[in-house]
């Protein structure tokens, strides 16, 4: 109920339509914005949905392994590979087309990137670190 009451219905949708993992991920990094940012609304969202285009490469676990592996080497990639590898972008599309606000739709984009100009650097350090793997 936590995260159903922070997303729109297209974007409840597709959460719902990610893999496990990337819904734990993503709810897992909004925790981690919730308590460093004050229940920041916006910056909440962008970590629940920055991998939300993930969910169209339809890629297993050993698919992901094999879809980094090929990625890092910069091999030549399959469909679905270059889906996974292009989820920002993906994502931030579909984001801004269901009207989500800009940082919801920045963060998406960027998230493998360096920091926009539009996102404050203090909410930009709290999303990048809420993306990074537990230790």
Known sequence: ???????????????CEQAIADQRHGYSAARVVDAAL????????????HDIGK???RLG?????????????????WPRARTYRDHGPIGSQE?????????????ARTHHASRPPQI????????????????
């Open 61 to 77: 676990l050993l698919g992901r392994v094999f879809a980094s592996v090929a990625i890092r080497m910069h091999l030549p990639l």
């Open 120 to 135: 404050e650097p203090a909410v930009w350090q709290a999303l990048r670190e809420s993306d990074k793997p537990p230790k």
């Open 38 to 49: 004050d229940a920041n609304r916006s910056a909440v969202r962008a970590a629940l949905l």
């Open 55 to 57: 969910r169209h490469a």
């Open 1 to 15: 109920m936590w995260v159903r009451k922070r997303l729109t219905p297209p974007e409840w949708s597709a959460f």
């Open 95 to 107: 984001l801004s087309d269901w009207g989500a606000e800009s940082l919801v739709v920045e963060f």
